[in-house]
């Protein structure tokens, strides 16, 4: 089954700790992006990689960091630095041609939460 | 500043009936908008998409309404059911934009039995 699989489910992180987030898709998607959701509110774009090694800070990269070495892969990394880092952290792929419009598919998310 | 918006944070109907779901938008750049279902913990599953360049899209139960000149969309569900009970997103894009989305709060729509 194609699909985009995010780990862990839920991720508990200690004050002053950096914690990754996985994403992997096999899809064979160019584009990769990561959003916040926090509660009454809509998704909120982090980063995004229109191909390996490659991408572009979104519209709250602060305080988080990310890396493409594969096409397959997209971790994030929450850093000490983002400040209220409590969320529901969703990574979603497309098939990312240009001048295509093609919709984001998404994985199941994980629950980030500070100890 | 919020450029999509859905000023419902929630939506009541009877099974059997239509819901209607509201979007409105302020950036003229956008030129393809989505609607997504989401349930609780987990993520949002693409539902159906509309182009600029029409003004009306389907899908089985679910017809996507495009108003250019209000900016304005709309998602109707025919017929409801109980099983449509979920978050719905609204998002729009542009070209050029990287294919950024650009995510509204949300509705919260129940169908009751």
């Known amino acids: 089954d194609g699909g985009i699989t995010q780990s862990p489910k839920y991720l508990f992180r200690k004050e002053g700790q950096n914690v990754t987030l996985s994403c992997e898709q096999n899809l064979n998607h160019d584009a990769m992006y990561w959003y916040r959701q926090d509660p009454g509110q809509g998704l909120r774009l982090i980063y995004y990689?229109?191909?390996?090694?490659?991408?572009q800070k979104g519209d709250i990269a602060e305080g988080y960091s990310v890396s493409r070495e594969k096409k397959e892969s997209f971790p994030l990394t929450v850093t000490s630095a983002q400040k209220n880092p409590t969320a529901f952290y969703l990574c979603?792929?497309?098939?990312?041609?240009?001048?295509?419009?093609?919709?984001?598919?998404f994985g199941d998310g994980t629950r980030l939460s500070i100890l | 500043d919020q450029q999509v918006k859905q000023n419902s944070p929630s939506l009541s109907v009877q099974e059997g009936r239509i819901s209607i779901l509201n979007c409105d938008y302020t950036?003229?750049?956008?030129?393809?908008f989505l609607w997504y279902k989401k349930y609780p913990a987990e993520g949002p599953t693409f539902l159906i998409s509309?182009?600029?360049?029409?003004d009306k899209n389907e899908d089985g139960r679910f017809t996507v309404f495009l108003n250019k000149s209000a900016k304005h969309l709309s998602l109707h569900i025919v017929p409801s059911q109980p099983g449509d009970s979920a978050v719905y997103f609204c998002?729009?894009?542009?070209?050029?934009?990287?294919?950024?989305?650009?995510f509204g709060k949300g509705t919260k729509l129940t169908v009751n039995p």
């Open positions: 979603a792929s497309s098939i990312g041609y240009r001048g295509t419009n093609q919709p984001q598919h």
């Open positions: 509309i182009s600029s360049i029409k």
């Open positions: 950036n003229s750049m956008f030129d393809y």
């Open positions: 998002a729009a894009s542009w070209q050029g934009g990287s294919e950024k989305l650009v």
């Open positions: 990689s229109q191909i390996v090694n490659d991408f």
